[in-house]
């Protein structure tokens, strides 16, 4: 395989790159486009994704859910419109990149000679939405007929907590009038030869605890310091980190999705962005903001006396303690902590849904039925941070997190983020199939 020609990225249908996929022509061009935090040009995202649904020949709309956030959706309406219908949801945002740490532009989108394509957003999750948008392209093209309509939904903001994003759209009239039966939206790579599908997540909580203290000077030992009550209550959440460490790869837990997970990083303040923690390192994330897949617990950065946490904890039964538990045990630790400890939640999610996977369940069954006649083995796991999927499951729609990249290192986040053209364009026809199964799923007594 020849290395990058470097050239620029074309539209489905159109010529390419010598010797190169138009579906992984289209792939690039999408991956050029800067949607990275904290200053996201959504404005070229939605003039793509609008190029999309005219070649597509799908109608579409356009909704400001918050100033300057827009939800774009493609509607390709089935042949009983009246059926409960098929969202194939994404984002288009993501997180910030530093250079220095990548060995090619992270928007470049270059590829390497065995077809490793390097930029953000590759597996968070861009590969995704290119995937149903040629998915679907090759459904019309062959004359398919749905039964079922099939939404696309391309919604911001996801990487900072989905606040103005889906949120907030989830609870809009237009989002009642898409009348969604079953959710499919984004997941994790898989290092092995199965594919990991995602029922449910944990629950991200955003928290600050004050410490207020005495004053004094470095000469005299000043007593009921803001320090010292700083680290009785790190210690305390670091105990408990500990023993959830523990119980991880136990008989009761085999995934991170199954306990609660927290780390405390002590921040620096660097060009208006705070750090957060990736898989072999720290990157930085736009202040008051917090990066909903990251499981850290943050020092404090601003001002001695507050420390910020980022804590996901699990809806399985095989946590620790129950929300409400652990939030009586976070009172206490403030208790002990000393005189005026408090603390707040920048953002509290006790939603506990998950996806049925019983056999009976349609939609599990229409799911892993096709999963099961294209040979991919499938791993059910609770998604170890958290995704749009969430509020999509409070509302009480059915949801699975599923991007088809299997033999991939999980780099969501990372330095040096890519994709193998193959896993990429392999991925398209699992979608091919997936769209086409679940959108023919009979209509249910309910539905009638």
Not at 324 to 350: N, S
Request: proline share 6%; hydrophobic share 35%.
């Amino acid at each position: 395989m020849l290395p990058d020609k470097d050239g620029p990225g074309v539209g489905g249908g159109q010529s390419s790159p010598e010797g190169e996929d138009t579906s992984v022509s289209l792939f690039r061009e999408y991956l050029r486009l800067k949607t990275v935090h904290p200053d996201p040009d959504y404005d070229a995202a939605l003039r793509f994704l609008e190029r999309m649904a005219d070649e597509l020949g799908l109608p579409i709309k356009k909704i400001e859910v918050c100033p300057g956030r827009v939800v774009l959706i493609m509607t390709w309406e089935g042949m009983n419109p009246t059926l409960k219908s098929i969202l194939l949801n994404s984002h288009t945002d993501v997180v910030p990149v530093f250079q220095e740490h990548w060995k090619y532009d992270a928007f470049s989108a270059f590829k390497d000679a065995e077809g490793n394509i390097y930029a953000r957003g590759t597996q968070d999750m861009k590969c995704v939405t290119i995937q149903y948008i040629q998915a679907v392209r090759r459904l019309k093209a062959e004359g398919r007929k749905l039964m079922r309509t099939v939404h696309l939904m391309f919604v911001p903001d996801e990487e900072v907590g989905g606040h103005k994003g889906m949120e907030t759209f989830v609870k809009h009239p237009e989002f009642q009038k898409l009348n969604i039966g079953f959710a499919l939206d984004e997941g994790l790579a898989n290092p092995g030869e199965a594919f990991t599908v995602f029922y449910g997540e944990r629950n991200p909580w955003w928290i600050t605890v004050h410490c207020p203290g005495s004053p004094g000077h470095g000469s005299r030992f000043v007593e009921n310091t803001a320090a010292e009550k700083l680290r009785h209550v790190m210690n305390c959440f670091l105990d408990f980190r500990e023993k959830e460490k523990h119980r991880l790869n136990t008989s009761e837990c085999f995934t991170l999705g199954d306990v609660t997970t927290g780390e405390y990083d002590h921040g620096q303040r660097r060009r208006g962005l705070q750090r957060y923690p990736t898989r072999n390192g720290c990157q930085l994330r736009p202040e008051n903001t917090a990066d909903s897949k990251s499981a850290v617990m943050q020092a404090p950065h601003s001002h001695l006396g507050d420390l910020q946490l980022n804590v996901n904890s699990t809806p399985t039964s095989k946590l620790l303690l129950s929300h409400q538990e652990f939030e009586k045990q976070i009172r206490e630790w403030c208790r002990e902590a000393g005189e005026d400890v408090t603390y707040e939640f920048a953002q509290k999610h006790m939603n506990q849904n998950v996806t049925s996977t019983e056999a009976d369940d349609p939609w599990w069954s229409a799911f892993s039925g096709a999963c099961k006649a294209m040979n991919i083995t499938l791993e059910k796991e609770i998604f170890p941070a958290a995704t749009d999927s969430r509020f999509i499951r409070a509302v009480g729609i059915p949801a699975i997190g599923f991007s088809p990249m299997n033999r991939t290192p999980i780099l969501l986040h990372d330095h040096n983020e890519y994709l193998n053209e193959q896993v990429f364009l392999k991925g398209i026809g699992v979608f091919e199939r997936l769209i086409s199964t679940l959108a023919s799923v009979p209509a249910r007594p309910d539905e009638a």
